[in-house]
Protein backbone atom coordinates (compact mmCIF):
# COMPACT_ATOMS: atom_id res chain seq x y z
CA UNK A 1 0.00 0.00 0.00
CA UNK A 2 2.79 2.29 1.18
CA UNK A 3 4.51 2.14 -1.80
CA UNK A 4 2.16 3.62 -4.44
CA UNK A 5 0.48 6.40 -1.61
CA UNK A 6 1.03 9.83 -2.20
CA UNK A 7 1.43 11.85 0.92
CA UNK A 8 -0.61 15.33 0.84
CA UNK A 9 -0.64 17.04 4.17
CA UNK A 10 -0.87 16.23 8.08
CA UNK A 11 -3.52 17.69 9.89
CA UNK A 12 -4.04 17.11 13.74
CA UNK A 13 -0.80 15.49 14.04
CA UNK A 14 -1.93 12.70 11.54
CA UNK A 15 -0.43 12.15 7.85
CA UNK A 16 -3.14 12.08 4.82
CA UNK A 17 -2.01 9.81 2.23
CA UNK A 18 -3.90 8.97 -1.18
CA UNK A 19 -3.89 5.54 -2.54
CA UNK A 20 -2.48 6.05 -7.00
CA UNK A 21 -5.82 4.01 -7.73
CA UNK A 22 -7.74 6.80 -6.28
CA UNK A 23 -7.06 8.86 -9.91
CA UNK A 24 -8.31 5.50 -11.46
CA UNK A 25 -11.84 6.43 -9.48
CA UNK A 26 -11.51 9.85 -10.06
CA UNK A 27 -11.41 9.13 -14.29
CA UNK A 28 -14.54 6.92 -14.04
CA UNK A 29 -16.22 9.62 -12.03
CA UNK A 30 -15.61 12.28 -14.87
CA UNK A 31 -16.57 10.05 -17.40
CA UNK A 32 -19.86 9.19 -15.88
CA UNK A 33 -20.41 12.81 -15.36
CA UNK A 34 -19.08 13.81 -18.83
CA UNK A 35 -21.58 11.05 -20.37
CA UNK A 36 -24.33 12.39 -18.08
CA UNK A 37 -24.32 15.92 -18.73
CA UNK A 38 -21.69 16.89 -20.43
CA UNK A 39 -18.82 19.71 -19.34
CA UNK A 40 -21.08 20.30 -16.87
CA UNK A 41 -20.99 16.66 -15.61
CA UNK A 42 -17.13 16.78 -15.78
CA UNK A 43 -17.26 19.82 -13.40
CA UNK A 44 -19.76 18.71 -11.29
CA UNK A 45 -18.15 14.87 -10.73
CA UNK A 46 -15.13 17.04 -9.74
CA UNK A 47 -17.14 18.77 -6.65
CA UNK A 48 -18.68 15.34 -6.45
CA UNK A 49 -15.87 13.61 -5.31
CA UNK A 50 -13.98 16.47 -3.37
CA UNK A 51 -17.08 16.91 -0.94
CA UNK A 52 -17.14 12.71 -0.76
CA UNK A 53 -13.52 12.89 -0.31
CA UNK A 54 -14.01 15.12 2.64
CA UNK A 55 -16.91 13.02 4.22
CA UNK A 56 -14.85 10.02 4.06
CA UNK A 57 -11.80 12.08 5.61
CA UNK A 58 -14.03 13.36 8.56
CA UNK A 59 -15.72 9.80 9.01
CA UNK A 60 -11.14 8.47 9.39
CA UNK A 61 -11.01 11.43 11.73
CA UNK A 62 -14.47 10.69 13.64
CA UNK A 63 -12.48 7.14 14.63
CA UNK A 64 -9.45 8.68 15.38
CA UNK A 65 -10.54 11.85 17.95
CA UNK A 66 -12.43 8.76 19.70
CA UNK A 67 -9.47 6.28 19.84
CA UNK A 68 -6.93 9.03 21.00
CA UNK A 69 -9.00 9.59 23.61
CA UNK A 70 -7.46 5.90 24.73
CA UNK A 71 -3.93 6.33 23.98
CA UNK A 72 -4.26 4.93 20.73
CA UNK A 73 -1.67 6.42 18.16
CA UNK A 74 -2.51 7.31 14.75
CA UNK A 75 0.27 7.76 12.15
CA UNK A 76 -1.66 7.92 9.02
CA UNK A 77 -5.07 7.87 6.96
CA UNK A 78 -4.82 6.51 3.27
CA UNK A 79 -7.45 7.22 1.43
CA UNK A 80 -8.45 4.39 -1.77
CA UNK A 81 -11.15 4.13 -4.04
CA UNK A 82 -13.14 1.62 -2.04
CA UNK A 83 -12.78 4.33 1.13
CA UNK A 84 -10.69 5.04 3.64
CA UNK A 85 -8.10 3.39 6.32
CA UNK A 86 -6.98 4.51 9.37
CA UNK A 87 -3.95 2.75 10.61
CA UNK A 88 -4.14 2.43 14.64
CA UNK A 89 -1.52 1.77 16.85
CA UNK A 90 -3.57 -0.83 18.43
CA UNK A 91 -7.36 -1.81 19.21
CA UNK A 92 -8.18 -1.52 22.67
CA UNK A 93 -9.32 -4.69 24.36
CA UNK A 94 -12.02 -3.39 26.47
CA UNK A 95 -15.27 -3.69 24.41
CA UNK A 96 -16.85 -1.11 25.67
CA UNK A 97 -13.97 1.38 24.06
CA UNK A 98 -13.68 -0.71 21.13
CA UNK A 99 -17.77 0.51 20.57
CA UNK A 100 -17.23 4.47 21.12
CA UNK A 101 -14.01 4.47 18.80
CA UNK A 102 -16.35 2.36 15.67
CA UNK A 103 -19.33 4.17 16.18
CA UNK A 104 -17.41 7.23 16.66
CA UNK A 105 -17.11 7.01 12.11
CA UNK A 106 -20.65 6.12 11.10
CA UNK A 107 -21.92 9.10 13.81
CA UNK A 108 -20.29 11.62 11.94
CA UNK A 109 -22.08 10.68 8.68
CA UNK A 110 -25.28 11.01 10.67
CA UNK A 111 -24.57 14.45 12.04
CA UNK A 112 -23.01 16.09 8.09
CA UNK A 113 -26.85 14.26 6.71
CA UNK A 114 -28.79 15.96 9.70
CA UNK A 115 -27.32 18.98 9.29
CA UNK A 116 -27.76 19.68 5.53
CA UNK A 117 -31.34 18.12 5.99
CA UNK A 118 -32.35 20.89 8.67
CA UNK A 119 -31.15 23.30 6.10
CA UNK A 120 -32.62 22.25 3.02
CA UNK A 121 -35.03 19.46 4.06
CA UNK A 122 -36.85 17.25 1.33
CA UNK A 123 -37.44 17.51 -1.98
CA UNK A 124 -40.94 16.35 -3.78
CA UNK A 125 -40.46 12.68 -4.64
CA UNK A 126 -40.58 13.09 -8.59
CA UNK A 127 -37.42 15.56 -8.12
CA UNK A 128 -35.76 14.26 -5.20
CA UNK A 129 -32.21 14.13 -6.67
CA UNK A 130 -30.54 14.73 -10.36
CA UNK A 131 -26.91 13.05 -10.65
CA UNK A 132 -24.50 15.67 -10.92
CA UNK A 133 -26.32 18.22 -11.37
CA UNK A 134 -24.37 21.81 -10.19
CA UNK A 135 -27.34 23.24 -8.86
CA UNK A 136 -26.18 24.27 -5.39
CA UNK A 137 -29.82 22.54 -3.45
CA UNK A 138 -28.55 19.22 -5.78
CA UNK A 139 -24.69 18.85 -4.74
CA UNK A 140 -26.31 19.19 -0.80
CA UNK A 141 -29.04 16.45 -1.96
CA UNK A 142 -25.84 14.32 -3.33
CA UNK A 143 -23.81 14.54 0.27
CA UNK A 144 -26.86 14.33 2.63
CA UNK A 145 -27.68 10.99 0.48
CA UNK A 146 -23.90 9.92 0.55
CA UNK A 147 -23.42 10.41 3.78
CA UNK A 148 -26.69 8.58 5.34
CA UNK A 149 -25.29 5.66 2.81
CA UNK A 150 -22.26 5.77 3.95
CA UNK A 151 -23.19 5.94 7.45
CA UNK A 152 -25.83 3.08 7.51
CA UNK A 153 -23.59 0.62 4.70
CA UNK A 154 -20.79 0.67 7.60
CA UNK A 155 -23.04 -0.28 10.01
CA UNK A 156 -23.52 -3.58 8.14
CA UNK A 157 -22.11 -6.39 10.24
CA UNK A 158 -19.00 -7.31 7.90
CA UNK A 159 -16.25 -7.31 9.48
CA UNK A 160 -13.50 -5.42 9.38
CA UNK A 161 -16.27 -2.74 8.42
CA UNK A 162 -17.87 -0.59 11.47
CA UNK A 163 -20.54 -3.04 11.71
CA UNK A 164 -18.49 -5.66 11.82
CA UNK A 165 -16.36 -4.24 14.62
CA UNK A 166 -19.43 -3.73 16.87
CA UNK A 167 -20.16 -6.96 16.45
CA UNK A 168 -17.03 -8.21 17.75
CA UNK A 169 -17.06 -5.62 20.52
CA UNK A 170 -20.59 -6.98 21.77
CA UNK A 171 -19.41 -10.59 21.73
CA UNK A 172 -16.14 -9.63 23.38
CA UNK A 173 -18.57 -9.21 26.66
CA UNK A 174 -19.22 -12.61 26.86
CA UNK A 175 -16.35 -14.43 24.88
CA UNK A 176 -12.73 -14.22 24.95
CA UNK A 177 -11.27 -11.97 22.52
CA UNK A 178 -10.14 -14.64 19.35
CA UNK A 179 -13.82 -16.31 19.59
CA UNK A 180 -15.43 -12.75 19.26
CA UNK A 181 -12.92 -11.89 16.66
CA UNK A 182 -13.24 -15.18 14.68
CA UNK A 183 -17.57 -15.25 14.79
CA UNK A 184 -17.28 -11.60 13.33
CA UNK A 185 -15.15 -12.31 10.82
CA UNK A 186 -17.08 -16.03 9.64
CA UNK A 187 -20.54 -13.73 9.54
CA UNK A 188 -19.03 -11.10 7.40
CA UNK A 189 -17.52 -13.28 4.93
CA UNK A 190 -21.07 -14.97 4.90
CA UNK A 191 -22.83 -11.57 3.89
CA UNK A 192 -20.18 -10.27 2.01
CA UNK A 193 -20.36 -13.27 -0.86
CA UNK A 194 -24.28 -12.12 -0.49
CA UNK A 195 -23.25 -8.61 -1.37
CA UNK A 196 -20.69 -10.14 -4.04
CA UNK A 197 -24.13 -12.05 -5.63
CA UNK A 198 -26.07 -9.39 -5.29
CA UNK A 199 -23.61 -6.68 -7.20
CA UNK A 200 -22.97 -9.49 -10.25
CA UNK A 201 -26.47 -10.73 -10.67
CA UNK A 202 -28.81 -7.33 -9.35
CA UNK A 203 -26.91 -4.16 -9.06
CA UNK A 204 -24.62 -5.39 -11.92
CA UNK A 205 -22.15 -3.05 -10.02
CA UNK A 206 -18.26 -4.36 -10.74
CA UNK A 207 -17.14 -1.87 -8.27
CA UNK A 208 -19.31 -2.74 -5.22
CA UNK A 209 -18.74 -6.83 -6.17
CA UNK A 210 -14.66 -5.52 -5.78
CA UNK A 211 -15.34 -3.90 -2.59
CA UNK A 212 -17.06 -7.06 -1.24
CA UNK A 213 -14.17 -8.75 -2.14
CA UNK A 214 -11.37 -6.71 -0.68
CA UNK A 215 -13.84 -6.68 2.52
CA UNK A 216 -13.04 -10.03 2.49
CA UNK A 217 -9.77 -9.92 2.13
CA UNK A 218 -9.46 -7.42 4.65
CA UNK A 219 -10.91 -9.31 7.50
CA UNK A 220 -9.28 -12.03 7.00
CA UNK A 221 -5.76 -10.55 7.17
CA UNK A 222 -7.15 -8.80 10.24
CA UNK A 223 -7.94 -12.22 11.82
CA UNK A 224 -4.75 -13.30 10.80
CA UNK A 225 -3.23 -11.23 12.91
CA UNK A 226 -5.33 -11.22 15.59
CA UNK A 227 -4.54 -14.98 16.16
CA UNK A 228 -0.76 -14.26 16.25
CA UNK A 229 -1.19 -11.53 18.78
CA UNK A 230 -3.26 -13.97 20.87
CA UNK A 231 -1.38 -16.57 20.78
CA UNK A 232 1.17 -14.89 23.12
CA UNK A 233 -0.79 -12.13 24.66
CA UNK A 234 -0.02 -11.79 28.49
CA UNK A 235 2.99 -13.96 28.35
CA UNK A 236 6.42 -12.77 28.72
CA UNK A 237 9.78 -14.41 28.19
CA UNK A 238 9.90 -15.65 31.31
CA UNK A 239 7.38 -17.64 30.55
CA UNK A 240 9.04 -19.90 28.40
CA UNK A 241 12.36 -19.50 30.09
CA UNK A 242 14.31 -22.75 31.20
CA UNK A 243 15.97 -22.87 34.50
CA UNK A 244 19.84 -23.29 33.61
CA UNK A 245 23.07 -22.52 35.88
CA UNK A 246 25.40 -19.87 34.29
CA UNK A 247 28.49 -22.06 34.06
CA UNK A 248 26.37 -24.03 31.32
CA UNK A 249 25.52 -21.06 28.87
CA UNK A 250 28.44 -18.37 29.69
CA UNK A 251 30.85 -17.46 28.08
CA UNK A 252 28.05 -16.51 25.22
CA UNK A 253 28.97 -16.41 21.53
CA UNK A 254 29.17 -13.13 19.80
CA UNK A 255 26.33 -10.70 19.38
CA UNK A 256 24.17 -13.27 21.48
CA UNK A 257 21.09 -11.27 22.50
CA UNK A 258 20.56 -11.16 26.45
CA UNK A 259 16.54 -11.24 26.95
CA UNK A 260 15.14 -9.68 30.05
CA UNK A 261 12.16 -11.91 31.69
CA UNK A 262 9.22 -9.41 31.40
CA UNK A 263 9.87 -8.19 27.86
CA UNK A 264 6.78 -8.94 25.75
CA UNK A 265 6.89 -12.31 24.20
CA UNK A 266 4.98 -11.14 20.98
CA UNK A 267 8.34 -9.51 19.65
CA UNK A 268 10.20 -11.93 19.70
CA UNK A 269 8.63 -15.09 19.62
CA UNK A 270 8.92 -14.56 15.51
CA UNK A 271 12.86 -15.05 16.28
CA UNK A 272 12.75 -17.87 18.02
CA UNK A 273 10.44 -19.81 15.65
CA UNK A 274 12.85 -18.67 12.90
CA UNK A 275 15.93 -20.64 14.63
CA UNK A 276 15.80 -24.62 14.83
CA UNK A 277 18.72 -24.60 18.20
CA UNK A 278 19.55 -21.59 19.49
CA UNK A 279 19.70 -20.93 23.29
CA UNK A 280 19.34 -17.43 24.78
CA UNK A 281 19.91 -16.04 28.51
CA UNK A 282 17.57 -14.55 30.45
CA UNK A 283 18.00 -12.23 33.15
CA UNK A 284 15.40 -10.78 35.82
CA UNK A 285 17.06 -7.28 36.03
CA UNK A 286 20.60 -8.29 37.02
CA UNK A 287 19.83 -11.72 38.38
CA UNK A 288 20.39 -14.29 35.33
CA UNK A 289 17.69 -17.07 35.40
CA UNK A 290 17.59 -19.40 32.69
CA UNK A 291 17.84 -19.96 28.93
CA UNK A 292 15.23 -19.75 26.02
CA UNK A 293 15.60 -23.19 24.18
CA UNK A 294 14.26 -22.45 20.19
CA UNK A 295 14.56 -26.01 19.47
CA UNK A 296 11.81 -26.64 22.22
CA UNK A 297 9.90 -23.35 21.94
CA UNK A 298 6.89 -24.98 20.37
CA UNK A 299 5.97 -27.37 23.11
CA UNK A 300 7.34 -24.74 25.93
CA UNK A 301 4.61 -21.95 24.43
CA UNK A 302 2.09 -24.75 24.93
CA UNK A 303 2.69 -24.99 28.30
CA UNK A 304 2.63 -21.15 28.63
CA UNK A 305 -0.55 -20.84 27.02
CA UNK A 306 -2.79 -23.19 29.45
CA UNK A 307 -0.42 -22.16 31.98
CA UNK A 308 -1.73 -18.58 31.45
CA UNK A 309 -5.51 -19.64 31.01
CA UNK A 310 -5.20 -21.36 34.19
CA UNK A 311 -4.20 -18.74 35.91
CA UNK A 312 -6.69 -16.18 34.15
CA UNK A 313 -9.71 -18.69 35.81
CA UNK A 314 -8.13 -18.54 39.00
CA UNK A 315 -7.97 -14.80 38.36
CA UNK A 316 -4.16 -15.10 39.46
CA UNK A 317 -1.63 -12.40 37.73
CA UNK A 318 0.28 -13.62 34.73
CA UNK A 319 4.25 -14.65 35.13
CA UNK A 320 6.63 -11.45 36.26
CA UNK A 321 3.41 -9.10 36.62
Same mark, same amino acid.
Given at each position: ???????????????????????????????????????????????????????????????????????????????????????????????????????????????????????????????????????????? @?? /????? %???? =???? +??? !???? #? $???????????????????????????????? @?? /????? %???? =???? +??? !???? #? $???????????????????????????????????????????????????????????????????????????????????????????????????????
Amino acid at each position: MRRWSITLFRLFGIRLEVHASFLLLLAVVVWWGYDARGQEGMLAALVYTGLVFASILLHEYGHCFAARRYGVKIPRILMMPIGGMAQFSHIPREPARELIITLAGPVVNFIIAGVIYLFIGLPPMWNFYQPFALEPRQVL @IM /LMLWN %LAMG =LFNL +LPI !FPMD #G $GRILRALLAIRYDYLTATTFAVHTGKVLAIVG @IL /LSIFY %LQSP =LTMF +LFA !FIIV #G $GEMEFRQVRVVEAYAGLCIGDVTHPASVETVFPLPRQTPVLQATWPLEFYAPLFEAQEDETYPVFLGEEFIGVVKTQTFADTLLYAQSRRKALKRANLPPWGR
